[in-house]
């Protein structure tokens, strides 16, 4: 199941790296792709440290499930993740032409780091 949910995040991320070099894509698809992406990663290392997600499909509830109920200890570029939930509040704008992917770049850093930590957790196992 861990590999299927990694497989999952992988193929999000993927998707975003494709809209990101759209010369018009959708701001609002990059973040859904972002915010899937990390919810899979999470619960992969959730059923690594054997705790019951169900349920849960949002990042700060898993963020809060894996630190109360484990010895984990997520680093600190977490925030910038946590801060996709408020980013996916609908704003009206459907789109918007992406003139360079460092707008999303502490998030991208931050998504990307995170699968990384993910990785080595679950090596680690």
Request: charged share 30%; hydrophobic share 40%; proline share 3%.
């Amino acid at each position: 199941m861990r590999e299927d949910l990694i497989t999952l995040a992988e193929r999000e991320l993927n998707e975003v790296a494709t809209l990101l070099n759209e010369s018009f894509c959708d701001d609002g698809l990059v973040f859904y792709h972002l915010k899937n992406g990390t919810i899979y990663l999470l619960k992969a290392l959730a059923e690594e440290l054997n705790l019951d997600y169900e349920g849960i499909e949002n990042i700060s509830e898993l963020v809060s499930l894996i630190e109360q109920k484990s010895t984990i200890k997520l680093p600190d570029y977490i925030q910038p993740i946590l801060d996709l939930e408020e980013i996916m509040i609908p704003d009206g704008c459907s789109a918007s032409i992406c003139y360079d992917p460092e707008m999303y770049g502490d998030i991208l850093d931050a998504v990307e780091m995170l699968k990384e930590f993910v990785e080595g957790e679950i090596e680690k196992g």
